[in-house]
């Protein structure tokens, strides 16, 4: 059962263009989202969260976007850069009672 | 320096194998864990440990056994390895509470012929 789903394996995008990553939950209970960002034959590195109580977050070229209603979050970066092509992993917790859930990944290809 | 550091990196061994994965991190974190991304990429948590002590046990065979010596180093020990063993395995930490920005360790590749 996959709490946590992010339906598009890989996105490519041009350089200096928007990216937008989706990811969509099933469990209520999630109250904290945050995506990870992995590059090949590293570990994933925290990227950026969102609280349940708000409704977007922004960090610098990173804004997390939350629908609870829907279930959904996105992520966007602007401008893309090829420094961005990675593996993003979207989690999802509710508040330490739970572990981390992970998506599958998206791959993002940023084409210069 | 390395936050989060795990050796080997690679491991290549037999069926029925017994070997280890080690983990340390110096970022003064209390809680660790290890996590396992299978073929499908999915990243799922095994274990995780908090002041040497375990608080999550995933649905993992007993053949898996976490040890952690002290709050800086959490191991990961297999018995009798299988073939669906193989996975990458991701060691991380954070500090206790909420949000758990989990920092990781660059993965051990394990393959099991």
């Known amino acids: 059962d996959q709490q946590v789903k992010q339906n598009s394996p890989s996105l490519s995008v041009q350089e200096g263009r928007i990216s937008i990553l989706n990811c969509d939950y099933t469990?209520?209970?999630?109250?904290?989202f945050l995506w990870y960002k992995k590059y090949p034959a590293e570990g994933p590195t925290f990227l950026i969260s969102?609280?349940?109580?708000?409704d977007k977050n922004e960090d610098g070229r990173f804004t997390v976007f939350l629908n609870k209603s829907a279930k959904h979050l996105s992520l966007h970066i602007v401008p893309s850069q090829p420094g961005d092509s990675a593996v993003y992993f979207c989690?999802?917790?509710?508040?330490?009672?739970?572990?981390?859930?992970f998506g599958k990944g998206t791959r993002l290809s940023v084409i210069a | 320096d390395t936050a989060v550091s795990q050796t080997p990196k690679y491991l290549v061994t037999q069926m029925g194998n017994d070997k280890s994965i080690k983990c340390e991190q110096n970022?003064?974190?209390?809680?660790m864990y290890w996590y396992k991304q299978d073929s499908k990429k999915f990243l799922k948590i095994m274990f995780s440990?908090?002041?040497?002590?375990?608080?999550i046990n995933e649905t993992v065979p007993n053949r898996f056994s976490p040890k952690s010596p002290d709050k800086a180093h959490l191991n990961l020990h297999i018995n009798s390895l299988e073939l669906g063993d193989s996975a990458v395995y991701f060691c991380?930490?954070?500090?206790?509470?909420?949000?758990?920005?989990?920092?990781f360790g660059p993965g051990t590749r394990l393959t099991v012929l």
């Open positions: 469990n209520s209970m999630f109250d904290y």
């Open positions: 440990y908090n002041n040497k002590e375990l608080i």
């Open positions: 970022l003064g974190h209390d809680t």
């Open positions: 989690a999802a917790e509710n508040s330490g009672n739970t572990p981390l859930v």
């Open positions: 991380a930490s954070s500090r206790r509470g909420t949000p758990q920005e989990q920092f």
């Open positions: 969102i609280s349940s109580i708000k």
